[in-house]
C-alpha cells in the first residue's frame, strides 16, 4: 500500500518551454501532497506544500510565479516549471500524506529527473 | 528552530560488517521520527516511524533506536544490497518534515 507515482520518470525541454509533471497517489486519498527538489549528493528541499481544493504554501525563496502547483484532486497534484532554464535542471520528487493518516508520514514517489537545455 | 543533523555523512563497510548511524534532532515537542532510504535516482522509501523514547522497530538487518535527543539506525551483517542513502526527519509546522542531510550508506562485498 501507500503507492505513489510521477510522470514522467525524465524530461529532457528547451530553455524557455514549460514542463508539467504529474503526481498521483494510487491506493490512497491524500489531502496534502509536496514538492521537493534534490541536487545531486544532496538532502530533499522542500520547494511546496499542496493541499486539495487550495493554493499552494511556497517555501521561502521558491518562485510561485514559476513553479506552478495544483492539486485538483485527492490523488493527483502536478508542478509546471514555467520557462525553463537551464539552473532549472534537478531531480523533482513528490510525496503524498493519506487522508486518513493520524501521523505525519510522507510516501514518496520515484521522482523526476528534468533536463533543461 | 528545529533541526536534524545526520552522521557520519558516509560509511563505508564490508558486507557483515555491523555499525550503527545516527540522526540528532532538536524539536519543541517531538510527533515523530521518519526513517527513510533512498537509492540512487530514486524518491525516498519509508522504513520507520518512532514516536517515543526508548522505542525500538526492526525490519530485516535494520533496527530503529529512539533518545529524547537522538536516533540511530542499527545494521547488523549488512549486505551489499543495503548500500544507499538514509534519511531521517521530524515533523516541523502543521505538515511539514525536516530531513536531515543523510548518511551514505555503502557496504562492499
Known amino acids: 500500500g501507500a503507492v505513489v507515482s510521477q510522470h514522467p520518470s525524465w524530461v529532457i525541454c528547451k530553455s524557455g518551454t514549460s514542463v508539467k509533471i504529474e503526481c498521483r497517489s494510487l491506493?490512497?486519498?491524500?489531502?496534502?501532497m509536496f514538492w521537493y527538489r534534490q541536487f545531486p549528493k544532496q538532502s530533499l528541499m522542500l520547494m511546496a506544500t499542496?493541499?486539495?481544493?487550495?493554493?499552494?504554501?511556497?517555501e521561502q525563496g521558491v518562485e510561485k510565479d514559476k513553479f506552478l502547483i495544483n492539486h485538483a484532486s485527492l490523488t493527483l497534484s502536478t508542478l509546471t516549471v514555467t520557462s525553463a532554464h537551464p539552473e532549472d535542471s534537478s531531480f523533482y520528487i513528490c510525496?503524498?500524506?493519506?487522508?486518513?493518516?493520524?501521523?505525519?508520514?510522507?510516501?514518496f514517489g520515484p521522482g523526476t529527473r528534468l533536463t533543461v537545455t | 528552530e528545529d533541526q536534524v543533523t545526520q552522521s557520519p555523512e558516509a560509511l563505508r563497510l564490508q558486507e557483515g560488517e555491523s555499525s550503527s548511524l545516527n540522526c540528532s534532532y532538536t524539536?519543541?515537542?517531538?510527533?515523530?521520527l521518519f526513517w527513510y532510504r533512498q537509492d540512487p535516482g530514486k524518491g525516498p522509501e519509508f522504513l520507520f516511524t518512532?514516536?517515543?523514547a526508548g522505542e525500538e522497530k526492526e525490519k530485516e538487518r535494520l533496527k530503529a533506536t529512539l533518545t529524547k535527543k537522538e536516533s540511530f539506525l542499527h545494521i547488523t551483517a549488512p549486505k551489499p544490497e543495503d548500500s544507499a542513502t538514509y534519511l531521517c526527519?521530524?515533523?516541523?509546522?502543521?505538515?511539514?518534515?525536516?530531513f536531515g542531510q543523510g548518511t551514505r550508506l555503502t557496504i562492499n562485498p
Open positions: 524539536v519543541s515537542g517531538l510527533r515523530g
Open positions: 518512532l514516536y517515543s
Open positions: 526527519a521530524v515533523p516541523q509546522g502543521a505538515q511539514k518534515l525536516v
Open positions: 510525496s503524498a500524506n493519506p487522508l486518513d493518516s493520524r501521523t505525519y508520514e510522507q510516501y
Open positions: 491506493d490512497f486519498q491524500a489531502t496534502t
Open positions: 499542496s493541499n486539495e481544493g487550495s493554493k499552494a504554501t511556497y
